[in-house]
Nanobody, 122 residues
Framework: RCSWWRSGGGLVQAGGSLRLSCTASGFIFDRYALGWFRQAPGKEREGVASISSNRGETYYADSVKGRFTISSDNAKNTVYLQMNNLKPEDTAVYYC???????????????WGKGTLVTVSS
C-alpha cells in the first residue's frame, strides 16, 4: 500500500519562494520516476516537473523553467519541488506522483499524493 506525506504549500507573495516535499512509503522509491503536477481552478491538471527513475533526467514545463527545481533524496524517500520567483498564475493545488516507468506517459502515474494548495498573491 502506497502512502504519501506532504508538506509545504501555503500563501506567498509574488516573487517569493516555497518548497514542497512529499515523503513516500509502500513502494521501492529509488526505482520510480517522480513528478509534480498542478491543477488551477477551472483548469485541467498539468505536469510541472519530473525526474527519471535513475535521477539523471529532469523535465520542466515551459511555464516554470528557470524558476522551479525538482529533486529527490532516495535515502529519505522524498521528492521536493523548489519554487522560486512565484507568480499569481502558479496558484494551484500541487500533487506529487510516482511511476515505475515515467510520470509523463498515459495513462498517468501509478501513485498520486494528496494535493497541497499553493496560493500566490499579487
Amino acid at each position: 500500500r502506497c502512502s504519501w506525506w506532504r508538506s509545504g504549500g501555503g500563501l506567498v507573495q509574488a516573487g517569493g519562494s516555497l518548497r514542497l516535499s512529499c515523503t513516500a512509503s509502500g513502494f521501492i522509491f529509488d526505482r520510480y520516476a517522480l513528478g509534480w503536477f498542478r491543477q488551477a481552478p477551472g483548469k485541467e491538471r498539468e505536469g510541472v516537473a519530473s525526474i527519471s527513475s535513475n535521477r539523471g533526467e529532469t523535465y520542466y514545463a515551459d511555464s516554470v523553467k528557470g524558476r522551479f527545481t525538482i529533486s529527490s533524496d532516495n535515502a529519505k524517500n522524498t521528492v521536493y519541488l523548489q519554487m522560486n520567483n512565484l507568480k499569481p498564475e502558479d496558484t494551484a493545488v500541487y500533487y506529487c506522483a510516482a511511476d515505475p516507468i515515467s510520470v509523463r506517459i498515459e495513462p498517468g502515474p501509478d501513485y498520486w499524493g494528496k494535493g497541497t494548495l499553493v496560493t500566490v498573491s499579487s
